[in-house]
């Protein structure tokens, strides 16, 4: 099985910055790709960005181009989400989830995902 776990969410302010990390363990994600999503209280869970562990190639919502990075580190199983300019709106629970069969037709739904991480809160404050 995979685990997934993530952190660096925290309480900021409008305008501030954090970075979200999810490390990776038990199974080799050489073929995998890596998505960040996020749900808000009474909201359905939203996908925000996506990474292929081959190639590379990021996937973002429009709402946070330009403002969020996806990132990876093969060699720590670590993939990061950098999150500037935050808005009020970007206020939820960020999850980490991995895939081992992604299109891109399919790669902002939840259930393409086959595992999750246990979510990490951030808040925007205004």
């Known amino acids: 099985q995979v685990q997934l776990v993530e952190s660096g969410g925290g309480l900021v302010q409008a305008g501030g910055s954090l970075r979200l990390s999810c490390a990776a363990s038990?199974?080799?994600?050489?073929?995998?790709?890596m998505g960040w999503f996020r749900q808000a209280p009474g909201k359905e869970r939203e996908f925000v960005a996506a990474?292929?562990?081959?190639?590379?190639?990021?996937y973002y919502t429009d709402s946070v181009k330009g403002r969020f990075t996806i990132s990876r580190d093969n060699a720590k199983n670590t993939v990061y989400l950098q999150m500037n300019s935050l808005k009020p709106e970007d206020t939820a629970v960020y999850y980490c989830?991995?895939?081992?069969?992604?299109?891109?037709?399919?790669?902002?739904?939840?259930?393409?995902?086959?595992?999750w991480g246990q979510g990490t809160q951030v808040t925007v404050s205004s």
């Open positions: 990474i292929r562990w081959s190639g590379g190639r990021t």
């Open positions: 038990g199974r080799t994600f050489s073929s995998y790709a």
């Open positions: 989830a991995a895939s081992g069969s992604l299109s891109i037709a399919t790669m902002t739904r939840p259930g393409e995902y086959d595992y």
